[in-house]
């Protein structure tokens, strides 16, 4: 089993940053890629972004390219989510997510192991 814990979410003004963070407790954290995916009200859960377990090869949907940044530390057992230039748009619950393997993958179907949220409200 692993825990998900995740943390950091809030109320911002559009063009603001936020980093959320995710711990990880349990099995071994090296042996998955992490992922942050997020459902906004009255929408489909969708992906965000990935890392490899090693931490190398970020994945980022195209919504949040160049504005999200994915890391994990392997010794705290955290991965984290720096979102810079918030829009409205990105209001969501924001889901932290393990899947066993190498490489981060994009399906919410693949996940093993899901947190249970952290609210981001962004104002406009």
């Not at 940053?17 to 992490?34: E, P, V």
């Not at 992906?47 to 010794?75: N, Q």
Request: glycine letters at 10%; a neutral charge; hydrophobic letters at 35%.
């Amino acid at each position: 089993q692993v825990q998900l814990v995740e943390s950091g979410g809030g109320l911002v003004q559009a063009g603001a940053s936020l980093t959320l963070s995710c711990a990880a407790s349990g099995r071994i954290f090296s042996n998955y890629a992490m992922h942050w995916f997020r459902q906004a009200p009255g929408k489909e859960r969708e992906f965000v972004a990935g890392i490899s377990r090693s931490g190398a090869s970020p994945k980022y949907a195209d919504s949040v390219e160049d504005r999200f940044t994915i890391s994990r530390d392997k010794d705290k057992n955290t991965v984290s989510l720096q979102m810079n230039s918030l829009k409205p748009e990105d209001t969501a619950v924001y889901y932290c997510a393990a899947k066993w393997g190498i490489f981060a993958g994009t399906s919410e179907d693949g996940m093993n192991y899901w947190g249970k949220g952290t609210l981001v409200t962004v104002s406009s």
